[in-house]
């Protein structure tokens, strides 16, 4: 078959939009994405953020919205799967945002990948990334510490046309999804490049947030060089979805 990469909006939040982009200002609405790639496997690229309520009391700042139909399991069934059709989820990193909802994949056979470095990393993150990764040192237990994952070392096949690769800078482990076909190849870059306007056809790239800048200044670039079509991690463009009316 001919791999086929669907993004769908899992929920909305708001966001000081220097995060997305370094040299804008003011607050945004950024969508939450989960990507499903339809290939020799199925699989599905991050899972969002918590129950609203939750996230109301761990991120109150950020207001997280989710519409009906946008919860994993009515998005999965409006394409025709359930949780355990699904072969693989890949972690992009494990900020908040983009690692909740695993519970049902790992009661399944599904495998849930993550780059070693990152996970290593999560598990005890200096204090002004504590809230990103829902560090235990805040009394918080991280949505993925009791889940059965598998660490990558690296680049890695995953199915014949789908390859997970590191691209490190916005968190220390982060990684991105090729997927290629007789079409070309498409980049799940997630937030390696969370939005378009990271990456202008007339200009250099602009950083967003970033634990390392070096090192997401050669993420973009690998992404840039792989990639026929990116899917960027905060992007409305992407998506059959509009704002919510956050702002």
Known sequence: MTPTVTPHCCGSFLVDERILVGTRSGVVEAPSITYLIEAEETILVDTGFGPVELMDRRHPSYECHREPGQNLESILDSEGYAPADIDAVVLSHLDWDHCYNLGPFDEGETDIYVQRRELEYAIAPYPMHADRYEAKSLGREPPWLTVDLTPLDGETELCPGVTAFPTPGHTVGHQSVAVDSADGTTVVAVDA?????????????????????????????????????????????????????LV
């Open 193 to 245: 490049v969370p939005t378009f306007d990271n990456v202008p056809a007339d200009g250099e790239r602009i950083r967003g947030i970033a634990m390392n800048d070096f090192e997401w200044w050669e993420s973009a670039g690998e992404v840039l060089d792989r990639a026929d079509r990116i899917l960027p991690g905060h992007e409305w463009a992407i998506l059959d979805a509009e704002p919510a009316g």
